[in-house]
Structure formats: structure tokens, C-alpha cells
């Protein structure tokens, strides 16, 4: 009984037209063919990242509106001791929650065929599914194969797998077939509405990191924050990181530098050049040993940056800035008698 309804289950979803068209992504794509995984990985460039993303606690345990039942606040009297202890958890806390989604290469969908057996043509209408759902298997690696209706078997697609996986062994959320959200016009009006944070979100429940869909949606989200400059909405998110890797991958950075720069978050924006660096060891300026953030800025600036200028002039600023700020506080001081006049 229960192999009859699976089978009738499998035929029925097979022999479905395919409704959910993929969209072309208008968003261009990089031409560095490297697997960005072992860059991405690099213990100096998930330091790099940490930093960039600029961790707020009141934003990184911010309550979400997803139905999850709120805790009851806890009040405590603390020692100073306990009070750093207290702290120090929240900082490791903080941290897990803003757990970067991997970023890896696009996967192949490359099938391989592993015999061709026409005397088998004509027998069935619809492909046949076989699946290992043996308990204890990696989904990744788990034994799927398909034998077609001209009688050839060969190895299941990476949709074909992620169907039947989801089919055996469900992950709570993940559905079948990908979501409208995911296709425009939802996806224009999600994006408009300023939901990025749950967009990708759910692109991390839906999708397996290597997915192409999953790199076409992350791609259209990162660009719409960037180009409308809407990257406070991110930071502080676990979704910054990835995003800011993929502007460092494609060479892309001039725009969040400036930004950087001109909120005078310098040190960032020192992060933000060397994770160029590491990305692209090659480049002009990578060769220079500095360690100043203002000197780096510079050297990537004159050398590597098409926004040369514009940069250049915000390091001005931020310099005349913190010239004008000495110059306040060294009244402020004289004012209160902390110092001479000679000093100022």
C-alpha cells in the first residue's frame, strides 16, 4: 500500500510542467573562476569580516517578529567580576548570532550517465526514481539515480536530488518547489519594502549554499542594498559579511569605502582594504607593508581605485574633521584649567 502511493506520488510530480521558471539574474556577474570557499574560510578573513560587520548588540538581540514566544526578562544584582563574566558570554552569544552563511562556488549539473540500455526503451512513460533513504546517509552524497524512459540510468540532477531529499528526509520550512518570494514581481516588492534581512533568511533555509538560485538571489538582494546604499539594514546581521566578500570579490569596494571614511569608522574601513588584499594578493598596491589604516587607504587609493579622487578628498575631510575635534577638546581643557596656554 505504501509503495503504491509513493509510486503514484513520484509519477504525479514528475510529469508536472515545469511553472517556476528561472529568472535570469540582472545583476552582472564576476569572471574570477576561483572557488572562493578557502578564501572565504581564512581565519584572517572571517577576522576581516567580524570587524566590517560591526557587531550592535541591540540589534544583533532585537526581537523578530517570526513566532517565536518571548522570554520573560531577567533582572540580577552583579559583582564586577560577575558583571565581565556576564559580558564576555554575551559577546560569544552575539557572535554565534551573526554566524556568516558559507560562501562557496556555484555547483555543477553535470549528469553523469552510467549505462545506456535501449532494449529498456518504451517499458515506462514517466522517469523512475531510485533513492538510497537509508538513516544515517549525507543528503549530499546520498545514492539517487534516474532511469529514463529511452532506458538510460544515470545520476540524479542537483534539483532531482534536493526533490527527493526533501521528499524522504524534510527539513522543517524547506519546501518542495521554490517560492514565489523568490521570483519577481514578489521578489521586486520584498525588496522594496525593505525585508532584506528576511529574504535572506529564507534563502538560507530554502537553498543549499552551492545552489544557483541561491547565488542568483543573494547577488540581486546585495545589489539593491549597495547601489541604494541601504547597508545599515544589514550590518550587524550575519548576512553582512557575505555581502561585503562578494563586493571584495568583484573588485567593487570604492562605494563602501567612501562610506566608511566619511562616518569616520576608519578602522573598518582599513579592514575593508586589507580584505581586498587577501582576495587579490596580485593588485599594485598589495605588495606595500603598511600599517596605518590612513596610509593603506592611500596607497590602494593612488594605486588600484578608479574613485581615487573622491577618496582622497574624504580622507581630507575626515583629517580636518579630527584636526578641528583636537582643537575643541584642547579648549574644553584650557577652559577647565587642565592645561596651559602654551599647550594649545
Request: aromatic fraction near 10%; charge should be negative; charged fraction near 30%.
Amino acid at each position: 500500500m505504501m509503495c503504491n502511493r509513493i509510486n503514484f506520488v513520484l509519477k504525479h510530480f514528475y510529469k508536472r510542467p515545469i511553472w517556476n521558471c528561472r529568472l535570469c539574474s540582472t545583476i552582472p556577474q564576476t569572471t574570477d573562476e576561483r572557488d572562493p570557499a578557502p578564501f572565504f574560510f581564512d581565519g584572517h578573513v572571517q577576522e576581516l569580516l567580524t570587524t566590517l560587520t560591526r557587531i550592535n548588540y541591540e540589534k544583533v538581540f532585537a526581537i523578530r517578529r517570526d513566532g517565536t514566544q518571548l522570554e520573560v526578562p531577567q533582572y540580577a544584582f552583579m559583582t564586577d567580576k560577575e558583571l565581565q563574566e556576564a559580558r564576555a558570554l554575551l559577546a560569544t552569544k552575539a557572535k554565534r548570532c551573526i554566524q556568516m552563511p558559507p560562501v562557496v562556488k556555484i555547483r555543477s549539473d553535470e549528469v553523469e550517465v552510467l549505462v545506456k540500455e535501449p532494449e529498456l526503451e518504451g517499458y515506462e512513460q514517466y522517469n523512475l526514481v531510485f533513492t538510497d533513504i537509508s538513516f544515517g546517509k549525507n543528503n549530499r552524497d546520498r545514492l539517487i539515480v534516474i532511469r529514463e524512459p529511452n532506458g538510460t540510468l544515470r545520476q540524479a540532477t542537483c534539483n532531482e536530488r534536493h526533490r527527493m531529499n526533501q521528499i524522504y528526509f524534510p527539513i522543517n520550512g524547506r519546501e518542495l518547489h521554490t517560492p514565489k518570494m523568490f521570483f519577481h514581481p514578489y521578489l521586486s516588492d520584498l525588496l522594496d519594502q525593505g525585508e532584506f534581512e528576511f529574504i535572506l533568511d529564507r534563502a538560507c533555509l530554502q537553498f543549499e549554499p552551492d545552489d544557483p538560485e541561491y547565488h542568483r538571489v543573494t547577488k540581486e538582494v546585495y545589489s539593491y542594498v549597495y547601489e541604494l546604499n541601504k547597508l545599515d539594514a544589514l550590518r550587524s546581521t550575519r548576512h553582512f559579511g557575505p555581502l561585503v566578500f562578494q563586493l571584495a570579490w568583484e573588485k567593487n569596494i570604492n562605494k563602501l569605502l567612501l562610506e566608511l571614511i566619511d562616518t569616520e569608522n576608519i578602522e573598518e574601513a582599513g579592514a575593508l582594504v586589507r580584505l581586498y588584499y587577501a582576495l587579490h594578493p596580485d593588485v599594485k598596491s598589495a605588495q606595500e607593508t603598511i600599517h596605518e589604516d590612513i596610509e593603506l587607504i592611500k596607497v590602494y587609493a593612488e594605486l588600484n581605485s578608479l574613485e581615487r579622487h573622491a577618496i582622497s578628498n574624504a580622507i581630507q575631510r575626515y583629517n580636518k574633521m579630527q584636526k578641528e575635534r583636537k582643537k575643541v577638546e584642547k579648549g574644553i581643557m584650557k577652559a577647565h584649567g587642565l592645561i596651559d596656554n602654551e599647550d594649545v
